[in-house]
């Protein structure tokens, strides 16, 4: 009797590990399906990701190009202002001398 208890031990203990091996496979199915997943969407994140670098990139040196003519245009516009500074300088030493000239040929 005890060895027929025995039996029925072992036959349980047996069914209670195939339960587990079945529970086993279902979920590693279900993680190797969502490391599958994850897999796919890193993948498809790092594309994206080396897409907008290479978007990043194009912009960056479209940006440094505008900067550069922006800056020539600057030190253009400068050396204008400061040629017509120079100009109404030098007009305004001419009309001085020239208002001296009429006010000094005009007194006896």
């Known amino acids: 009797m005890a060895t ?3 039996g ?5 203990l047996l069914q209670e590990f195939r339960e587990m ?5 279902i979920q590693y199915a279900r993680t190797d399906r969502a490391f599958k997943r994850a897999t796919q ?8 990701v080396e897409k907008l670098a290479t978007e990043l990139f194009a912009l ?4 440094n190009g505008i900067k ?3 800056g020539k245009m600057f030190e253009q516009v400068g050396r204008t202002l400061n040629r017509l500074a120079e100009a ?14 009429v006010d000094g040929a005009g007194k006896p």
């Open 21 to 25: 091996q079945e529970e086993a496979r």
């Open 60 to 63: 960056s040196v479209e940006v």
């Open 68 to 70: 550069r003519v922006h």
């Open 41 to 48: 969407q890193t993948q498809m994140l790092a594309e994206h």
């Open 4 to 6: 027929a208890m025995g």
């Open 8 to 12: 029925d031990v072992v036959m349980k």
């Open 88 to 101: 109404q300088a030098s007009d305004r030493q001419r009309i001085d001398t020239l208002e001296l000239h």
